[in-house]
């Protein structure tokens, strides 16, 4: 072989020369797992995990009661004296411990989501590499991020019962949109699923003319502020019926929604593809969705335009990746929803860095004014509604201790 001959050569005539690069013999070692959960918008489970190596991985699961006790009371034993570069064996690993106890989907899906993140990070800073880079490298420098705006104060003081009937009405949302687009986002997403100051059964999933107006105008309101400089979505979390669903869906057809997400409840993959081929906009699911195989028969059917697995809860950064890919087959847009600190963001952005059909990530998080400062970094990790994809070691970021204990959910 031409590569036996030249190393034979390259021997004999540079006695020195070795060409097997030098690394340690030593395999790291996982030694614990812990968690701490940060008092946010949502309550952040924050996962630590420690090698032998010197290196203390950071990872990330879904807002969920009982996600602690089933990282510190069953996979922490699991991963303890583990190899953290074998990444992809443990996430099979933690899923076979946890079978028949929600491995599958669920609060165990989440719990393993939340280490599978800590690996990773731990894996790129041992092996001095970006995560992106262990997937597989980036097609992209950064990632855009669009925001999820709800409307602004008003939400805030609906949830405080301050202006019940006020707070959402049209120019909230025309408010938060423009401040969203000043800072440089170029899609903006709003519910619409919220009270109109009107007495309706919301547990029929119909809901009627005046109903469907007041969503119209909402959106007309949005629509007119931003005009081209940012495209629209809107979030119906899950709360209509396919007849409802189909009607407001015509009803918005003249503002050219980027997409209508969640429209129906997230079971009934068919009813979705029966809607899907009833309206003219784009739609959008799939945060309610474990694994891959969550997402076949949406893909398979072609239900929707985007799915949006939420990485810290689908399983994880290669499980996400490969549902891009499965999703690309089928020339489907991955939009991973996102709901978490900068440690699930940034978990997102290595996945965004990696996927061709990847368009924009949500980023939940503009009310929270200290989200930044949870890093340990002078520069906002957000720039004109987008992150830089880091060289960074792991994910490519650190966390602000401090801050963290700052804001410790008790």
Same mark, same amino acid.
């Given at each position: 072989?031409?590569?036996?001959?030249?190393?034979?050569?390259?021997?004999?005539?540079?006695?020195?020369?070795?060409?097997?690069?030098?690394?340690?013999? #030593? @395999?790291?070692?996982?030694?614990?797992?812990?968690?701490?959960? /940060?008092?946010?918008?949502?309550?952040?489970?924050?996962?630590?995990?420690?090698?032998? &190596?010197?290196?203390?991985?950071?990872?990330?699961?879904?807002?969920?009661?009982?996600?602690? #006790? /089933?990282?510190?009371?069953?996979?922490?034993?699991?991963?303890?004296?583990?190899?953290?570069?074998?990444?992809?064996?443990?996430?099979?690993?933690?899923?076979?411990?946890?079978?028949?106890?929600?491995?599958?989907?669920?609060?165990?899906?989440? &719990?393993?989501?939340?280490?599978?993140? %800590?690996?990773?990070?731990?894996?790129?800073?041992?092996?001095?590499?970006?995560?992106?880079?262990?997937?597989?490298?980036?097609?992209?420098?950064?990632?855009?991020?669009?925001?999820?705006?709800?409307?602004?104060?008003?939400?805030?003081?609906?949830?405080?019962?301050?202006?019940?009937?006020?707070?959402?009405? &049209? %120019?909230?949302?025309?408010?938060?949109?423009?401040?969203?687009?000043?800072?440089?986002?170029?899609?903006?997403?709003?519910?619409?699923?919220?009270?109109?100051?009107?007495?309706? =059964?919301?547990?029929?999933?119909?809901?009627?003319?005046? #109903?469907?107006?007041?969503?119209?105008?909402?959106?007309?309101?949005?629509?007119?502020?931003?005009?081209? #400089?940012?495209?629209?979505?809107? !979030?119906?979390? +899950?709360?209509?019926?396919?007849?409802?669903?189909?009607?407001?869906?015509?009803?918005?057809?003249?503002?050219?929604? %980027?997409?209508?997400?969640?429209?129906?409840?997230?079971?009934?993959?068919?009813?979705?593809?029966?809607?899907?081929?009833?309206?003219?906009?784009?739609?959008?699911?799939?945060?309610?969705?474990?694994?891959?195989?969550?997402?076949?028969?949406?893909?398979?059917?072609? &239900?929707?335009?985007?799915?949006?697995? !939420?990485?810290?809860?689908?399983?994880?950064?290669?499980?996400?990746?490969?549902?891009?890919?499965?999703?690309?087959?089928?020339?489907?847009?991955?939009?991973?929803?996102?709901?978490?600190?900068?440690?699930?963001?940034?978990?997102?952005?290595?996945?965004?860095? @990696?996927?061709?059909?990847?368009?924009?990530?949500?980023?939940?998080?503009?009310?929270?004014? +200290? +989200?930044? =400062?949870?890093?340990?970094?002078?520069?906002?990790?957000?720039?004109?509604?987008?992150?830089?994809?880091?060289?960074?070691?792991?994910?490519?970021?650190?966390?602000?201790?401090?801050?963290?204990?700052?804001?410790?959910?008790?």
């Amino acid at each position: 072989m031409y590569s036996d001959f030249a190393a034979r050569l390259a021997t004999t005539m540079w006695p020195d020369f070795d060409q097997t690069p030098e690394r340690s013999t #030593e @395999t790291p070692e996982i030694t614990d797992v812990s968690t701490v959960v /940060v008092d946010g918008n949502f309550p952040w489970t924050i996962v630590t995990l420690e090698t032998d &190596a010197g290196v203390t991985g950071i990872g990330e699961a879904y807002p969920s009661p009982g996600v602690h #006790e /089933v990282i510190t009371d069953y996979l922490q034993p699991v991963l303890r004296g583990e190899n953290p570069l074998d990444v992809e064996r443990l996430y099979h690993l933690m899923r076979e411990s946890l079978s028949g106890r929600g491995s599958q989907q669920g609060m165990g899906t989440i &719990a393993i989501s939340g280490v599978e993140l %800590a690996l990773w990070d731990a894996a790129g800073k041992i092996l001095e590499q970006p995560v992106y880079q262990l997937l597989g490298g980036k097609m992209r420098e950064e990632v855009r991020l669009y925001a999820d705006c709800h409307a602004g104060e008003g939400m805030v003081e609906a949830a405080l019962d301050e202006q019940p009937t006020e707070a959402y009405e &049209a %120019a909230a949302y025309a408010n938060a949109a423009r401040s969203a687009v000043d800072d440089g986002f170029e899609i903006v997403k709003f519910d619409l699923d919220v009270p109109s100051g009107r007495e309706i =059964d919301t547990l029929a999933r119909h809901f009627d003319g005046p #109903e469907i107006e007041h969503k119209r105008a909402l959106v007309e309101a949005v629509t007119d502020e931003v005009g081209d #400089e940012a495209e629209v979505a809107v !979030d119906l979390h +899950w709360n209509f019926s396919v007849e409802a669903a189909e009607k407001l869906c015509r009803a918005l057809e003249p503002y050219d929604l %980027a997409w209508v997400e969640d429209p129906i409840p997230p079971e009934n993959a068919d009813a979705m593809a029966e809607l899907n081929r009833s309206v003219s906009q784009a739609l959008l699911t799939g945060e309610n969705c474990y694994g891959r195989h969550g997402f076949r028969d949406l893909l398979e059917q072609q &239900a929707v335009s985007f799915v949006a697995p !939420d990485i810290p809860k689908t399983g994880g950064i290669a499980e996400t990746k490969k549902i891009g890919e499965l999703a690309d087959t089928y020339y489907t847009t991955l939009t991973p929803h996102n709901v978490g600190s900068p440690v699930a963001t940034m978990a997102g952005v290595h996945v965004g860095a @990696t996927v061709p059909n990847f368009l924009a990530l949500e980023y939940h998080a503009r009310d929270v004014p +200290w +989200w930044d =400062d949870l890093v340990d970094s002078d520069e906002p990790l957000i720039q004109n509604g987008r992150i830089t994809v880091p060289d960074e070691p792991g994910l490519g970021i650190e966390l602000d201790w401090d801050v963290v204990e700052e804001h410790r959910k008790t």
